[in-house]
């Protein structure tokens, strides 16, 4: 704490001695200020050691000392004579004894978590290289529990391959392009439920369970890209809007000994959800089952010589129900999930049949993440917001719920990724102020080594003079109270003046902005505006997270009303403050901010003078099925409040000066929905400003995109809200 607050001083008296300017060019393009993280861990079963990929080699690495303790595989020596090796590694993983290497190569992006590649198998006994399947790029390739098979995904079919033979069995084969797929997820699965592989192996390896997505009734969007060729090119893929047909999901089994396919009996609506399979000790698969309203929540054992289900749990809410990972202990006594029925979310141990054992936490605070469990020694490991809404710590707690130990020391934010055995984690820890640390703890949380601690970073805090952010709080006039953090500039010429502010939201369920973390490069934007006079400040609304299940969740089937109406009350509480100008407000978000700055922007006229939204949502109704029906319901059942909080109803009011991005290229929220706010405002005869980014995907980036994103943004706020002469914007 005392290092803290001498770290504090040392930032606020070298602000106030000297600044050296920042500039866009430090931060997008030449990376002056890019904090340097650590290579992933990829541990060993050992416990002990992990692998990295240091570029065309795998090395082997003392956790404990750091030191290289030899290298695995290095792809130019490779020797083989196998079709389609480019010495290239992309990625890679083990088999469960580690004799087998299974290699990435050619690796392309298909959607935000999704991948294809050329996958070899490297048997580390026999120095032998074999291609896994001569074809078209493969998706999610996996060993078997005893490393003797792969299975993987080719042209939306599931197929395995035994290495001891070189035979590889097609499992399924309907699928087909925008149609069918086998054992890989949708477009809507991968985004909003972060599922990407759909098969899991049994844990004696003779069976694959897989799901099967028949989206061929799904609508499909479209999405042009140009290369300069006479003709647009032009990618299409299935989207389900809200109200619109999803995929209609089944859950399979394949038996590898008789070779026969088994339906499982899950009772599924067409409308349900099934974005969970996961194998027990026992031998069982459960699966999850949500209602399309994701309300109601069951997990089913199913029985895999017969396909049919028990169901072990259900749970109900009466807003919606946010998925998590269940983890299944490997001795067959239960499970541990995540449940917000308390009012806080916290974790929970059942038996097989889903009695509650214990509640491994409990309070009026959130647990954020759920690292794992240590079942030799009867632990589980998580993360939490016991403190604040705007810290992490990490926890371990008892299985039966009690001697629960704080493992990180520090204020601030702190995550954990842990070691197989649980003995060793690496911890970072980071502030609103102060670049992330790394370091190897212990299982009791004692620092044995650092790692990364970003101490040329920290020079740059200094040498540039940055102004430490503050946290605030302040109630609205309904006494809500929100956090919020505010840089204000220290410069003297800037004392006793009336300054300009700029505004920061995301404000979407569940999220958070507000937090004692380090934000990146946003940081050092913000610090420059603050070096040319503005005041910038961010306020976490209503419906945003780490503050119990109500907080959250006021604004179920009312997206953007409360969040726009603490925004605009945030706005008017600055402009009481004596060195803001409340005549000077601009507002800026991205994706869900983007639609938050709209609708400010059109609710608010009269308290914000510029807003800038970049791929904003402008009407629910054209974003995807399952994230807004489970905070919006379907249009349908909800019409009021889908039409009473969409910016493009609001185009009449708009009054300030706007300006409005998207890349042509996004899948996720499409140029569809600014492309119809322009529609509106034009049709209003209101001026905006816009920019389009072809090719680009929802981050925009790529080819100097995110420079030239961020001289424009910058450019826009100093015309309109500093009202310097317009120059010529990129």
Sequence with gaps: MKQRLLLLFILMGTALLAQKPITLEDIWQKGTFSAKGIPGFNFQKDGVHYTRLNKSTIEQCDLRTGAVSGQILDAHSIKTNAPGWKDTLDG??????????????????????????????????????????????QRYAHFSPDGSKVAFVGNNDLYYKDLATGNTTRVTRDGKI??????????????????????????????????????????????ETFDGGAYPDEERFKYPKVGEK???????????????????????????????????????????????????????????????????????????????????????????????????????????????????????????????????????????????????????????????????????????????????????????????????CDRKGKILRPLEQNLDLKAKIAE???????????????????????????????????????????GGPGSQQVLDQWKGANYWWFQ??????????????????????????????????????????????????????????????????GYMSSLCMMKGGEVFKAGIAVAPVTNWKWYD????????????????????????NFADKLQGKYLLVHGLADDNVHFQHSAEMANRLIAANKPFDTMVYPNRSHGITGDNARMHLYTLMTTFLNEKLKEEKPVIRP
């Design 92 to 137: 890679y993983s083990f088999s469960a004894n580690e004799q087998k290497i299974l290699i990435a190569s050619e690796t392309q992006q298909i959607y935000r978590w999704s991948t294809k590649a050329q996958f070899f198998v490297y048997d580390q006994a026999t120095k032998n290289l074999t291609r896994l399947f001569e074809g078209n790029p």
């Design 178 to 223: 925008n149609a069918i797929i086998n054992g890989a997820s949708d477009w809507v699965y991968e985004e909003e439920f972060e599922l990407v592989r759909a098969f899991e192996w049994s844990p004696d390896g003779k069976h694959l369970a897989f799901l099967r997505f028949d989206e061929s009734a799904v609508p499909e969007m479209r999405m």
């Design 246 to 440: 999803n995929a209609q999901i089944s859950a399979w089994l394949y038996n590898l000994e008789q070779k026969k396919l088994l339906p499982i009996e899950t009772g599924a609506d067409p409308e349900d959800y099934l974005p969970r399979i996961e194998w027990t000790a026992t031998g069982k698969l459960c699966i999850t089952k949500l209602n399309r309203l994701q309300n109601n929540l069951q997990l089913l054992l199913a029985d895999p010589t017969t396909g049919r289900c028990t169901r072990i749990l259900e749970e109900t809410n009466a807003a919606y129900i946010d998925l998590h990972d269940i983890i299944f202990l490997k001795d067959g006594s239960g499970f541990v999930m995540q449940s917000e029925k308390s009012g806080f979310n916290h974790l929970y141990y059942y038996d097989m049949q889903g009695k509650q054992l214990a509640a491994l936490s409990s309070g009026n605070w959130d647990v954020t993440d759920f690292y794992g469990i240590d079942e030799k020694n009867g632990l589980a490991f998580y993360q939490a917001a016991s403190k604040s809404p705007m810290e992490r710590e990490v926890f371990s707690v008892k299985l039966n719920g009690k001697s629960q130990k704080r493992l990180s020391k520090e204020r601030g934010y702190n995550s954990a990724i842990f070691s197989s055995t649980y003995d060793y984690f690496v911890l970072t820890h980071s502030g609103l102020n102060a670049p992330p640390r790394y370091a190897v």
């Design 464 to 506: 540039y003079g940055v102004i430490p952010a503050e946290f605030f709080s302040f109630k609205t006039p309904d006494q809500t109270a929100l956090n919020g953090f505010m840089i204000k500039p220290s410069a003297p010429q800037f004392a006793g003046k009336k300054l300009p502010v700029l505004m920061f939201v995301y």
């Design 528 to 593: 420059m505006l603050a070096q040319q006079g503005y005041v910038v400040a961010c306020v976490d609304n209503r419906g945003t997270g780490a503050r119990g299940e109500a907080f959250k969740k006021c604004t179920y089937q009312q997206l953007g009303k409360l969040e726009t109406q603490d925004q605009i009350d945030a706005a008017k509480y600055l402009g009481t403050l004596p060195f803001v100008d409340p005549a000077r407000v601009g507002i800026f978000g991205w994706s869900y901010g």
């Design 625 to 648: 099925s399952v994230y807004t029906e489970r905070y919006m319901r379907t249009n349908k059942d909800n019409s009021a409040g889908y039409e009473d909080n969409s910016p493009v």
